[in-house]
């Protein structure tokens, strides 16, 4: 199956390219673009914390070994000042307001199946219980306001609570307007890509936009060739990017309270261990499919992502890298969920019985809280009829695309597969 740019897309990179003569290269250097964002936020403190070691690293694969088209410059460089603004502002929020970092982490269930496996699926139906906070698409891209001053008085003292809450967002936040931009571009650049992954900006979306925040999450390797950092990633600490999503999340639950975290992304898989380092009370909920399904499902995925930012897309890399990664990140929650203690932290659900009837396997998850209510009950059945299976196209994938077969998957997965034989048996 052919996957592509749109033409008018390609055609704009290439006249871009040609007049790179002209001075019209983006650059990707360090320094400017930190500058860049102090100018653009009017701030200075980044934190003590803040380390330029994986900004780094990041940096010189883009330039080295990704092949960043025009317009794949453009966007790399408007997202990284945006992420180093973010940090920027969330230290002035820190400074202006201690009592924030005081602030003692909510409770967690954080979903952490594989790409392709219902994640998104799941975490929207969660998102439902009023007592859960979520992280929707436009606050996860810009989890600190712009504007502070609409906030003011929306910052609440410690011993506040939920039974009246400030209006969250205020109509007059300029995120919003922005993150419904940058979904309309991104439908005019991919416009295949919202069959393989909707996205409504007042959804949930993956906390590792979060860990982006510290550039140090496997965001990098999902949208573009970085193999160099990628290698790099996998064998650092990445304690000090958690520890900073902390302060993010207390930051948001401050500002809008709740009872308890939904949280969701398959990079989690690989750090149980540090989650639990940093986080409070914590449950994992792991949905399971077929790796003969989701693995190439999330490599066709991978392949619109990269389109945006490179004309120079490799599947066969594709499918060598992220099969193999997949395998070890099955490996790291094994080896973690092996440990003692912490198999009762787990809750197992299918990825064919949460589409065919979730009722069944969201009642798994509520077992660990008392049970389903039949006003929760009537909310998930809300949400399910406004969001239809497949509302935004059939996403369509085949092992063949990729030249992936059953017996590759299964060499970079026995361990896991091990794991699902017993977890049926």
């Not at 436009?138 to 009246?164: C, G, K, M």
């Not at 004309?311 to 969920?337: C, F, N, P, Q």
Request: net charge neutral; charged share 25%.
């Amino acid at each position: 199956m052919s996957r592509k740019s749109p033409f008018w897309f390609r055609t704009l990179n290439q006249i871009w390219k040609h007049s790179y003569a002209f001075g019209t290269r983006i650059n990707l250097d360090r320094d400017k673009l930190i500058s860049a964002a102090k100018r653009k936020t009017g701030l200075s403190n980044l934190g003590r914390d803040f380390n330029p070691e994986p900004l780094d690293k990041m940096l010189w694969s883009m330039e080295h070994e990704a092949r960043l088209s025009p317009v794949g410059r453009f966007i790399s460089h408007e997202r990284l000042v945006s992420l180093i603004s973010i940090r920027l502002r969330a230290e002035a929020f820190f400074k202006k307001y201690p009592q924030i970092l005081e602030e003692e982490l909510y409770p967690a269930w954080i979903i952490i199946g594989l790409q392709r496996t219902g994640t998104t699926k799941l975490q929207r139906l969660l998102a439902r219980d009023p007592d859960h906070r979520v992280i929707p698409s436009w606050e996860v891209i810009n989890p600190i306001p712009i504007q502070p001053d609409l906030y003011q008085p929306a910052f609440r003292p410690p011993h506040s609570t939920l039974s009246n809450p400030d209006p969250y967002p205020h109509p007059d936040d300029r995120r919003i307007a922005m993150a419904r931009l940058a979904i309309r571009m991104l439908k005019l650049m991919s416009p295949g890509f919202f069959a393989v992954h909707p996205i409504d900006i007042m959804q949930p979306e993956e906390d590792i936009l979060l860990l982006d925040v510290s550039f140090m999450s496997t965001t990098p390797e999902a949208t573009m060739h970085v193999p160099t950092y990628s290698a790099w990633l996998e064998r650092t600490d990445q304690s000090e990017a958690y520890a900073y999503a902390v302060k993010l999340l207390k930051f948001l639950q401050w500002i809008r309270p709740a009872k308890r975290w939904i949280l969701k992304s398959p990079h989690h898989l690989e750090f149980p261990a540090l989650i639990e380092k940093h986080f409070n009370q914590v449950h994992y909920i792991w949905p399971h499919r077929d790796l003969t399904e989701s693995i190439p499902s999330f490599l066709s995925m991978v392949t619109y992502n990269r389109l945006i930012f490179s004309d120079h897309v490799d599947e066969s890399e594709i499918r060598d890298h992220w099969t193999r990664k997949i395998g070890y990140m099955l490996e790291r929650a094994l080896s973690y969920r092996a440990e003692n203690g912490n198999e009762g932290k787990f809750c197992d659900l299918s990825y064919a019985r949460l589409i065919e009837n979730s009722r069944n396997e969201l009642r798994k998850i509520y077992a660990m809280n008392g049970g389903l209510t039949p006003a929760l009950e009537e909310a998930f059945s809300l949400h399910e009829a406004e969001h239809p299976h497949r509302k935004h196209g059939i996403h369509r994938y085949h092992m063949e695309d990729f030249s992936l077969t059953r017996q590759e998957i299964e060499s970079h997965t026995e361990l896991y597969l091990n794991f699902i034989r017993k977890l049926h048996a």
